[in-house]
């Protein structure tokens, strides 16, 4: 008798261990939209569609297998930089899933069998309502400010069941934000740079404005101002208007393949503006993912920055801090090759105070 | 129209007063004057009169010179080239609706009627999916006008001979499926890639206009604009009944196609560089036959100053306005739709009063 109760406590007990860490095990929170999403347990099949994410999730995950379908220009971007170089694999993830504009492919999701899509929001029902139609749990993301990126990453990082990654990532952007702020708050409008960030620039031209843009929160955040506040958000301009800036920086985009600062140098009128003629004409660095959009590299897009455009302030330490970086980030240790690649030195290593990011 | 009433005599005379043309095409001419220097003198980037026109007066004495200031290169290199091309696609456009409508036979029409605006912008989108500029845009631009024209001559060609009704309704299906190729290349772009390409140069701009694009498409306006007027005998006889025409030695098949093509040769060149631009061809004419009557003869000129003055002027203000680059087929339509249905219902109101 005895013996059946002990043996009976025993698998009782046993049970009530091992249903507590499942219960443990289900995750849910509230998404960018307010809506409710619950897992039963860490994400083990993600597809991300809008483009930043494919990269943050390889990262906070620190590698590919739970990562199974992503945006073709995602896709683009790892087979173009350094994080096909990382993680080779990833080269073979299906990128079907959706078209570039968001528009997913239910389809093709649901062959792929994902417990979690992240998707954008804010954006319309075309996008999320075939996806929740199809009983897919998705998690909607908003875009724009520092906050809403590190809002999202967190989400990323609980789903994956890895909060203690974003910790630590939340934790270094903290830190570099802080560092870069308490430098320039107090800079007057004056002495900060015009700086233009051109969201295109082969076959038309488009300036990023002020007006939800991450460009324009981290240009004014390592001591710049937007050349062009006017325009609310990403808006087509000519030449003239951007003579009439007279920029003292300008910044190109990593979308348009093949773009080299030559794009700026050979055309007559914006190779007299300020920043042409300082030769303070830079492409945005192409790492782990682009760093002008918001995504897990930022902080060191701000320090890039804030070398080039407060030289006399800010005097990073860049190919250091990238290689601490991409081994907290992806474990990987850089070779001085892969960062010249990454900042692209080949085309602009000889403009304007780049030397701070030689290799010595 | 009061040339068929009045016969082979309403056809020779003209039907307005040789004072009131005058006025009308020295007010025209000088109406394009003031836009053309409106044109090249403002602009986001400020530059003095004087100094515009020191550096215009420079220009002519030496063309070849090497301009070294950003405001002589914003004058003579991106507002004089991009000025003429307005004004000349402008006239061109123009006079090419003038001359569909009057082999219509109805007012109502214009080169997007045919179809060829939205077959030459289709030829566009591909080829800009493909990674294409330059001349071979330009080429796949205009052949593809012409592609949308030949397609409209085989569906409405029956028994040997095409009527009206049937060439306009074969416009509208060829218009309609190229429209949906274009919606399909939009479709198929990449957003980071061509696609706002595609659809900023669809909406119509003057925006990317070089001395180098102007040259190219130049002579397809030139010629067609100056073969057009040479057809103004024969457009007043088109607009006569056909048997009529006929019997006036005229072979309206021939001549229908003949203005067709040299139409397709205009908006061809006139879209590979500069997106669609619509409005122009069914407006401007409405406006100059106000003022100079029917009669192809003043007709034409006048619809050419008349549209070669009012895109100019939109273009600058499209430039100007704000900041951003306001596509042209936005203020084209926002001017042109209401303008064009108070004509409407103008013209029907006669109609039906006759």
């Known amino acids: 008798m005895n013996r059946t109760l002990v043996r009976g406590l025993a698998a009782a007990a046993l049970l009530v261990g091992t249903a507590l860490p499942a219960c443990a095990q289900e995750i849910s929170f509230t998404d960018q939209e307010g809506r409710a999403v619950s897992l039963a347990g860490p994400a083990e099949r993600i597809v991300t569609i809008p483009m930043p994410m494919a990269s943050s999730v390889i990262a906070i995950d620190g590698g590919t297998e739970h990562l199974v379908g992503m945006n073709p220009v995602s896709k683009a971007a790892i087979t173009e930089g350094i994080l096909g170089k990382i993680f080779a694999e990833s080269r073979d993830i299906n990128d079907a899933v959706t078209d570039a504009n968001f528009v997913p492919n239910v389809e093709a999701l649901a062959a792929v069998d994902p417990d979690l899509v992240i998707q954008w929001g804010g954006r319309g029902g075309d996008l999320v309502d075939p996806i929740t139609n199809a009983g897919l749990t998705t998690m909607l993301i908003l875009y724009g400010t520092e906050e809403l990126t590190r809002g999202y990453m967190g989400m990323t990082a609980a789903a994956l069941g890895k909060p203690e990654r974003f910790a630590e990532h939340v934790a270094w952007r903290d830190e570099v934000m802080k560092e870069i702020e308490a430098r320039t708050r107090d800079i007057p409008e004056g002495d900060r740079p015009k700086v233009l960030h051109f969201g295109r620039i082969l076959n038309g031209m488009t300036a990023s404005g002020s007006g939800n843009n991450y460009t324009d929160w981290y240009i004014n955040l390592v001591g710049g101002q937007n050349a062009a506040a006017e325009l609310d958000g990403s808006k087509p301009v000519n030449a003239e208007q951007v003579a009439a800036w007279d920029p003292d920086i300008i910044t190109l985009n990593n979308f348009e393949p093949g773009l080299t600062v030559q794009a700026v140098y050979d055309d007559p009128v914006l190779s007299l503006t300020s920043a042409a003629r300082n030769h303070r004409v830079y492409r945005m660095p192409l790492g782990g993912y682009r760093w002008d959009p918001p995504n897990q590299e930022s902080p060191l897009t701000w320090m890039w920055l804030a070398n080039l455009v407060h030289p006399e302030l800010f005097q990073f330490d860049l190919r250091a801090e990238m290689k601490a970086a991409y081994k907290t980030l992806y474990n990987y240790d850089l070779s001085e090759a892969d960062i010249d690649g990454v900042l692209w030195m080949d085309m602009q290593g000889d403009a304007a105070n780049y030397d701070a990011f030689k290799a010595r | ?354």
Not at chain 2, 167 to 196: E, R, T
């Open chain 2, 1 to 354: 129209m009061s040339a068929s009433n009045e016969g082979l005599a309403g056809v020779a005379r003209l039907s307005v007063p040789v004072s009131r043309l005058v006025a009308t095409y020295l007010g025209a001419i000088a109406l394009l004057a003031l836009t053309l220097i409106a044109g090249i003198g403002v602009g986001r980037y400020g530059v003095d009169p004087t100094r515009i026109f020191a550096i215009i007066g420079q220009s002519i004495a030496d063309p070849v010179r090497e301009l070294g200031e950003v405001d002589e290169r914003i004058v003579i290199l991106v507002r004089v080239p991009r000025v003429l091309l307005a004004a000349l696609c402008g006239a061109a456009l123009a006079i090419s609706g003038a001359a569909l409508q009057g082999v219509f036979r109805n007012p109502l029409v214009s080169p997007q009627v045919l179809g060829i605006s939205q077959g030459a912008a289709f030829g566009g989108a591909m080829a800009i999916l493909f990674g294409i500029w330059g001349l071979p845009l330009l080429a796949i631009v205009f052949l593809s006008g012409l592609s949308a024209l030949a397609l409209v001559g085989f569906i409405a060609r029956i028994n040997g001979r095409s009527e009206i009704v049937t060439v306009i309704l074969s416009g509208m299906i060829v218009g309609a499926m190229f429209s949906a190729l274009v919606s399909l290349a939009q479709f198929l772009a990449d957003p980071n890639g061509p696609l706002p390409a595609i659809v900023y140069w669809l909406m119509g701009s003057f925006a990317s206009t070089t001395w180098e694009r102007l040259l190219i498409a130049a002579p397809g306006l030139a010629i067609g604009m100056i073969v057009l007027w040479g057809l103004r005998f024969r457009l007043n006889i088109l607009s006569l009944d056909e048997a009529e025409a006929r019997s006036l030695g005229a072979r309206p098949e021939l001549e229908r196609w003949l203005v067709f093509a040299l139409v397709a040769f205009i908006v061809g060149s006139q879209v590979a560089v500069s997106g669609i631009v619509g409005w122009i061809g069914l407006v401007i004419p409405h406006a100059a036959r106000l003022l100079v009557g029917h009669d192809h003869r003043t007709l034409l000129p006048a619809s050419m100053l008349l549209g070669a003055a009012y895109l100019v002027a939109v273009d600058t203000l499209a430039r100007t306005m704000t900041a951003a680059e306001i596509p042209l087929g936005i203020l084209t339509a926002l001017v042109g739709a209401p303008v064009f249905a108070v004509l409407l219902r103008n013209h029907y109101r006669e109609r039906s009063g006759r």
